[in-house]
């Protein structure tokens, strides 16, 4: 039997399969907590320990690994107007298996660039005019990304004509970047494919080495790409056995909802919409993950007044650290939400 071994590096569990490579069986799995706190390879190893005691031949299986640990994929997007090249370029980040942590349009300013630091994406997408269109916001914005020493990677994805000049200004500048097919090429048109790779290949690059998350130069080896976008492409196998599919993803820091349908011949008539409609679709919603976020919808519950203390005592908010008490109990306390930190 030839072994192939599965890892999601999440960013709550470590979660590990032996898989039949030819029979497509499932062997043996583990879980760990991911150990972001002191490698992230340490989960790894107590798992591959847990798939060994099932079958030594693990020791020499193929591993092949995606990652959402440390926060995932956090993608910034900058384009012109925000009904066009920012909503497509938003929709080509979820497509990817990225986080949209940002959002900025009318291109990017000295003012706007700051902001966008203070987001901090992992990737910025970098988008603007139609080909042979306005080619003004795009080169501005390249133009700002190297004037201010911009470093974390930059897929750029706009108007074909001005691709060349845009490379140019952010090789100037030291800027990290990769050149995609236009994410809109003309109104009415989306072409997220070139871009959806040219993130991945960001993200392998870049990403998994430069979020630290492990000294052990295998954790990059191994990782071919990123969580969600893994999913997002298993969803499109399963729709192209069964037909439509939806998929909701319940994880630690987040809920992912992927699809994958075929569309109404009239919904799909790309001249009604700016950025078309696309078959293929994610979204991600960063408040309803099951153990990251379990303290503020624990504190929305309290403020709702659906949670309450000991004996039912109700709970009210203040002090300087931000916590609840014991309503009229003067000393502050660490409150039931302890029990639910990561």
């Given amino acids: ?14 979660k590990a399969i032996a898989v039949d490579s030819g029979s497509g069986e499932l062997v043996a799995r583990a879980e760990h907590r991911t150990t972001v ?20 031949g693990v020791k020499n299986a193929e591993v092949l690994a995606c990652s959402s640990a440390g926060g ?19 929709r080509v980040a979820l497509s990817s298996g990225g986080r949209v942590v940002a959002v900025v349009s009318g291109g990017l300013t000295a003012t706007s660039q700051k902001e966008l ?46 691709q060349a000049e845009v490379a140019e200004l952010l090789t ?18 989306f072409a997220p494919d070139s871009a959806r790779a040219a993130i991945r290949e960001m993200f392998l690059r870049h990403v998994i080495g430069g979020k630290h998350l492990s000294r052990d130069p295998a954790f990059q080896e191994m990782v071919r790409a990123a ?23 319940i994880g630690g820091a987040t809920t992912d909802v992927h699809s994958v349908v075929e569309l109404d011949p009239e919904d799909a008539n790309l001249g009604r919409e700016v950025v078309a409609t696309h078959p293929v679709t994610r979204t991600v919603e960063g408040d309803l ?3 990251w976020n379990a303290v503020p919808v624990a ?23 931000g916590q609840y008490r014991l309503a009229g109990d003067q000393s502050w306390k660490e409150l039931l939400l302890a029990g639910l930190s990561p």
């Fill in 227 to 249: 969580t969600p976008d893994v999913v997002l492409r298993g969803v499109e196998v399963l729709a192209g056995l069964h037909g439509d599919v939806a998929v909701v993803d």
């Fill in 172 to 189: 100037a500048g030291d800027v990290p970047h990769v050149v995609a097919d236009n994410v809109v090429p003309e109104i009415g048109v």
């Fill in 289 to 291: 993950g099951m153990r």
């Fill in 72 to 90: 995932g994929l956090r993608i910034g997007v900058v384009g012109n107007e925000e009904l066009v090249t920012a909503e497509a370029g938003r």
């Fill in 117 to 162: 630091r203070k987001d901090r994406p992992d990737v910025v997408l970098l988008l603007g005019g139609t080909n042979g269109g306005n080619s003004a916001v795009l080169l501005k914005a390249a133009e700002t990304l190297s004037k201010y020493k911009w470093r974390k990677p930059v897929v750029v994805a706009g108007n074909i004509d001005t």
């Fill in 299 to 321: 504190e929305a519950g309290i403020q709702a007044g659906l949670v309450t203390g000991p004996d039912g005592l109700p709970l009210e908010f203040g002090g300087t650290g």
């Fill in 37 to 56: 706190d002191t490698d992230v390879m340490d989960g790894w190893h107590a798992c591959r320990a847990v798939l060994e005691e099932t079958d030594r």
């Fill in 1 to 14: 039997m030839s072994l192939l071994v599965a890892v999601d590096f999440g960013s709550t569990f470590t």
